[in-house]
């Protein structure tokens, strides 16, 4: 009876284990958990708790028994590779708020806010990011990314020759999409700072004496905070399906 309990237990390790091979490298990347602001003591109790919970579900998708050797090496480090995978193509979707946050910036000629105490980032892309994990973790947002790491098991990835392709081309089309959204995005300030500095030109080139960067960039840094305050809602709204979209693309693959 004894052996029948230890053997049981055994296997409930190891299935834990096998899950974590995953779930460590994804929740080191995904928006939130993934900050570098978060200890790595939370990141990995987060992944052993995650783990704990999906294993029993997982159990026919793993090796019925433990593994050693090889076989344990070659099975580790596919796990790991696409845990980290997953966690890259969900981290994705707060790269797309940064870059758009980077685009908006360039053009209110808004620099960095926080300095060194978090990661440098243009001040539009600090608030569109910090509120977007906000909104990400009180919405299904986040019930959606979390389940996209326990439905990876069940995604059709190739087998070992081809896989390191497939993550190549997905990533690459991830890239793609990111910067493509980011300029559709920020496209709206883009708009509107384009036609203010081609009337700042021509009111320059009519009257050189006259000092328009005196006016003109307090009016665009307060203009603009007023803008964003006025259509982040709605820019917000637009990035929560573009983030869906995001979170799809290991299991429909590249594009």
């Known amino acids: 009876m004894t052996e029948g309990v230890l053997s049981e237990i055994n296997a409930q390790i190891w299935l834990v284990f096998a899950v974590f091979l995953r779930m460590a490298p994804a929740i080191s990347f995904v928006p939130g958990y993934g900050e570098s602001y978060v200890s790595v003591r939370i990141k990995l109790s987060v992944a052993g ?14 090796p019925a028994s433990s593994l050693t ?17 997953i ?9 797309l708020l940064e870059k758009a946050g980077t685009i908006i910036s360039q053009n209110i000629s808004l620099a960095q806010m926080l300095g060194n105490a978090t990661e440098p980032m243009p001040v539009v892309s600090h608030i569109l990011t910090t509120t977007a994990i906000a909104l990400l973790y009180s919405t299904t947002l986040a019930d959606q990314m979390l389940y996209g790491l326990f439905a990876s098991y069940f995604a059709q990835l190739p087998d ?6 497939y ?6 089309s991830l890239m793609d999409y990111i910067f493509d959204h980011a300029v559709i995005l920020s496209a709206g300030f883009a708009s509107l700072m384009f036609v203010y500095y ?5 009111i320059n080139k009519a009257m050189p004496q006259f000092m328009v960067s005196f006016i003109g960039i307090p009016f665009v840094a ?34």
Do not use: D
């Open 49 to 62: 708790f995650f783990s704990i919970a999906i294993a029993p579900v997982l159990q026919p998708y793993l």
């Open 167 to 172: 993550f190549a081309a997905t990533i690459t």
């Open 198 to 202: 081609l009337c700042i030109g021509f």
């Open 69 to 85: 050797g090889t076989e344990l090496l070659i099975f580790a480090v596919r796990e790991i590779t696409v845990g980290y995978f």
């Open 222 to 255: 307060l203009f603009s905070i007023y803008f964003l305050h006025q259509h982040s809602e709605f820019l917000l709204t637009v990035w929560q399906e573009k983030a869906l979209t995001i979170l799809m693309m290991p299991f429909e693959g590249p594009r």
């Open 160 to 165: 070992w020759n081809a896989i390191t392709g």
């Open 87 to 95: 966690g890259i193509v969900s981290r994705g979707m707060i790269i």
